[in-house]
């Protein structure tokens, strides 16, 4: 059975840092795209942060540039993102997903170009 875990949120003030952490199982996600999703009470679901399988290419939305970075470890395929100097309108369910057909380190940014989903971890900034 094909997972991915989140683990990592939390409860935070403005200002801290989190980082969360995305385990694969049930297959091996090395040689695929990882992104980060987030989706806060009454909005859609957007794009965060993505990382290509090679690792040499990432992506992040304007909104985190400078206080997220997103980061993997194949050998225990684990996609991480570092979150610093959070804002309480990062407020969110973080969901990291998969892509297993990246077209080179071509990086997708809508959610429904990637196959598989994380359950979600909560993350919550108070000002």
């Known amino acids: 059975q094909v997972q991915l875990v989140e683990s990592g949120g939390g409860l935070v003030q403005a200002g801290g840092s989190l980082r969360l952490s995305c385990a694969a199982s049930?297959?091996?996600?090395?040689?695929?795209?990882m992104a980060w999703f987030r989706q806060a009470p009454g909005k859609e679901r957007e794009f965060v942060a993505a990382?290509?399988?090679?690792?040499?290419?990432?992506y992040y939305a304007d909104s985190v540039k400078g206080r997220f970075t997103i980061s993997r470890d194949n050998a225990k395929n684990t996609v991480y993102l570092q979150m610093n100097s959070l804002k309480p309108e990062d407020t969110a369910v973080y969901y990291c997903?998969?892509?297993?057909?990246?077209?080179?380190?071509?990086?997708?940014?809508?959610?429904?170009?990637?196959?598989?989903w994380g359950q979600g971890t909560q993350v919550t900034v108070s000002s």
């Open positions: 997903a998969a892509d297993p057909t990246p077209i080179r380190d071509h990086l997708r940014l809508k959610p429904h170009e990637y196959d598989y």
């Open positions: 049930g297959r091996t996600f090395s040689k695929d795209a």
């Open positions: 990382i290509s399988w090679t690792s040499l290419y990432t």
